[in-house]
């Protein structure tokens, strides 16, 4: 009785789960317009990061309030799985909306430029 009630527990965790790896919703209308830090990224940063990721000490000594800092991050950190993490979201409150994600993503594919 008590190994179903495991069995059943690990598979609706594998559904969660399954779900969860879909990071942009596939009825999004694909950007087709190149998305660069200064029009983009910067004031989504602004808008939803920079009250804990900015000033004198920001948390987790991540300071997001410029390009190269966010550039890092995304790059070679791991921003972009934080922003599409459902379990453990940035900004921790929840995930940003699939369209600013999906701005993210595309700037990333652009090649994070600045301007
Ligand atoms: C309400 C405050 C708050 C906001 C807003 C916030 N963060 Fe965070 N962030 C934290 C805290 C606290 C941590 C450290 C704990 C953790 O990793 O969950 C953190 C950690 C991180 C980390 C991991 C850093 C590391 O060293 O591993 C990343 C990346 C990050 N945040 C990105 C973002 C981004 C991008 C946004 C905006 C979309 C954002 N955060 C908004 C509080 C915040």
Redesign the pocket.
């Known amino acids: 009785m008590q190994k179903k009630y495991f069995i059943i527990g690990v598979l609706t965790l594998s559904l969660l789960q399954s779900c969860t790896t879909a990071i942009i919703d596939e009825d999004l209308t694909p950007i087709t317009r190149v998305v660069t830090y200064d029009t983009d990224v910067e004031t989504?940063?602004f808008n939803?990061?920079i009250?804990?990721?900015g000033g004198p000490a920001p948390?987790?000594g991540?300071d997001?309030s410029t390009y190269q800092n966010t550039r890092y991050?995304a790059e070679s950190?791991?921003?972009i799985e934080?922003?599409n993490d459902q379990t453990?979201p940035?900004?921790?409150n929840g995930l940003?909306s699939p369209e600013l994600r999906q701005v993210m993503d595309k700037w990333v594919s652009d090649g994070f430029l600045e301007n």
């Open positions: 989504i940063m939803r990061c009250t804990c990721h948390e987790s991540l997001l991050s950190g791991n921003l934080r922003m453990n940035m900004p921790p940003v």
